[in-house]
C-alpha cells in the first residue's frame, strides 16, 4: 500500500510539473502541444506493443474516442496558452474552475442528479478566480484561456467516464492522444496564419523538455496512476489529484519565484480556492462514508 500511494503522489507531482516545462519550453502553445501529443503518442504505441496491451476498437467507437481526443488537444492549447499569456500560478488557479463546469455538465451529459451543493461549492472557486482577475488587469487574457481549458477539461473528464467503462483505458488512451494529435496538426497551419512569427523548431534544451513532458510527466505519470490503482482506489486517486494545483503552484513558488510577483489578492482568491477544493473533499467523504460500496468509483484520467 505504501508503494501504490507513494507512485500515486509522485503521478500527481509530475502532473503538477507539467505547467513549469510548459513555461520553461520557449514554443508558443500550439507547436508546444502538437510536439506534446506527438511525442507521447509515438511512445504510448512503443509502450504498448511491448507490454502487448494494445486491443481492437470499432469504427464507431474510435471517432466517439478521437472527439474526445480532440478536446483534450484544445484543453492543452488553451492551459499552455494562459501560461504563456499569465503565469503557472494563475493558469493552475483557474484549472480549479474545472469543477465548477463539471457540476453543470456531468447532469446535462450523463443525465446524472443535479447537484446544488456541488454548484456551491464550485462558486467558491470562482469567487476566488473572480477576485484575482477584477483587481489584477495583468492576467485577463491568461485567466479568460485558464478559464476555457477548465471547461474543456471537464467536458473531456465527463465525456471519459462512459468510455472508460467500455474500452481498455491504455488502449483508449492512446486512441485519443493518436486523435489529438491529427486534430492539432489540422488546427496547426491556421494558428501559424493567425501568429506569424511562430517558431516551429525547438532548441536542443526545449526538446529535452518536451522530452520529459511526454514521457515522464504524461506516459509515465498515467502508468503510475494505473500502477496504484491496484491496491488503491480510484475515490482516494481522485481526491489525490485535488493536490495537483497545489503542487504546481508551490513549484512556481520555488522555481520562478511567482510569488515576488503575484499581489495580495491572488493569495485571497487562492485561499477562497484551496477551501473549495477542501470543502468538496471533506463532502465526498462523507457521501463515502455514509453510502459506502454503493458510491460509484469514477477515475478522472490524469491529463495535467
Known amino acids: 500500500m505504501k508503494k501504490a500511494l507513494f507512485q500515486l503522489h509522485l503521478a500527481v507531482l509530475l502532473a503538477g510539473f507539467t505547467g513549469i516545462l510548459g513555461k520553461l519550453i520557449t514554443l508558443r502553445e500550439g507547436p508546444l502541444v502538437w510536439y506534446r501529443m506527438g511525442i507521447t503518442t509515438l511512445a504510448m504505441l512503443l ?8 486491443k481492437r476498437i470499432s469504427i464507431k467507437e474510435t471517432f466517439r474516442i478521437a472527439y474526445v481526443g480532440f478536446l483534450l488537444g484544445i484543453h492543452w492549447l488553451c492551459f499552455y496558452g494562459s501560461i504563456k499569456y499569465a503565469n503557472v500560478s494563475i493558469a493552475l488557479v483557474c484549472f480549479s474552475a474545472s469543477a465548477f463546469f ?6 446535462l ?3 446524472n442528479r443535479f447537484s446544488i451543493r456541488e454548484v456551491l461549492l464550485s462558486l467558491i472557486a470562482i469567487l476566488g478566480i473572480f477576485i484575482i482577475m477584477h483587481f489584477d488587469k495583468r492576467y485577463t487574457i491568461g485567466i479568460i484561456l485558464g478559464l476555457l481549458a477548465a471547461f474543456f477539461s471537464a467536458l473531456f473528464t465527463v ?3 462512459g468510455l472508460t467503462r467500455k474500452h481498455d483505458p491504455y488502449t483508449m488512451t492512446l486512441y485519443e492522444l493518436g486523435a489529438g494529435f491529427v486534430s492539432i496538426s489540422i488546427l496547426l497551419p491556421f494558428y501559424v496564419h493567425i501568429f506569424p512569427h511562430t517558431v516551429l523548431i525547438p532548441t536542443l534544451l526545449d526538446w529535452l523538455y518536451l522530452l520529459i513532458l511526454s514521457i515522464a510527466c504524461t506516459l509515465w505519470a498515467f502508468v503510475l496512476v494505473f500502477s496504484s490503482l491496484k491496491k488503491v482506489s480510484s475515490f482516494t486517486t481522485n481526491l489525490t489529484y485535488n ?9 512556481a513558488f520555488l522555481i520562478f519565484h511567482e510569488n515576488e510577483h503575484l499581489n495580495r489578492n491572488f493569495y485571497w482568491g487562492f485561499s477562497l480556492i484551496i477551501i473549495s477544493v477542501v470543502l468538496q473533499s471533506l463532502r465526498v467523504l462523507h457521501i463515502r462514508k455514509r ?11 490524469p491529463w495535467g
Not at 102 to 107: G, V
Not at 291 to 301: D, M
Open 47 to 54: 509502450f504498448l506493443f511491448w507490454k502487448r496491451k494494445l
Open 102 to 107: 463539471s457540476a453543470f455538465l456531468d447532469p
Open 109 to 111: 451529459i450523463m443525465k
Open 159 to 161: 465525456l471519459s467516464k
Open 243 to 251: 493536490l495537483e494545483p497545489v503542487y504546481g503552484i508551490l513549484l
Open 291 to 301: 453510502i459506502g460500496k454503493k458510491l460509484p468509483a469514477r477515475f478522472k484520467i
